[in-house]
């Protein structure tokens, strides 16, 4: 069946960067888009990052020139790289797949 398991959330001072990871098994990883959202407390989920089969990808603006998004096929994997981290980016980040969620991670920005 198909599974995501997110890691490397965390605690990180303003400014600080993390690397998300998503390791994706049970279906052909190279033929799917991939994404990751996230949800703060007392709001809705959001698209974050989502990166095509062929390498194409979208970043909502709140984002934009601080995080990227990659996958490694040969690994069944897809990362979120995030730089210049701010308190506003504090949420419970997801990995996605076309009807599928893993379990989520938490990224907490604070001084």
């Known amino acids: 069946q198909v599974q995501l398991v997110e890691s490397g959330g965390g605690l990180v001072q303003p400014g600080g960067s993390l690397r998300l990871s998503c390791a994706a098994s049970?279906?052909?990883?190279?033929?799917?888009?991939m994404g990751w959202y996230r949800q703060a407390p007392g709001k809705q989920r959001e698209l974050v990052a989502i990166?095509?089969?062929?390498?194409?990808?979208n970043l909502a603006d709140s984002v934009k020139g601080r995080f990227t998004i990659s996958r490694d096929n040969a690994k069944n994997t897809v990362y979120l790289q995030m730089n210049s981290l701010k308190p506003e980016d504090t949420a419970v980040y997801y990995c996605?797949?076309?009807?599928?969620w893993g379990q989520g991670t938490q990224v907490t920005v604070s001084s």
């Open positions: 996605w797949r076309t009807a599928y």
């Open positions: 049970g279906f052909i990883f190279s033929s799917y888009a």
């Open positions: 990166i095509s089969n062929s390498g194409r990808t």
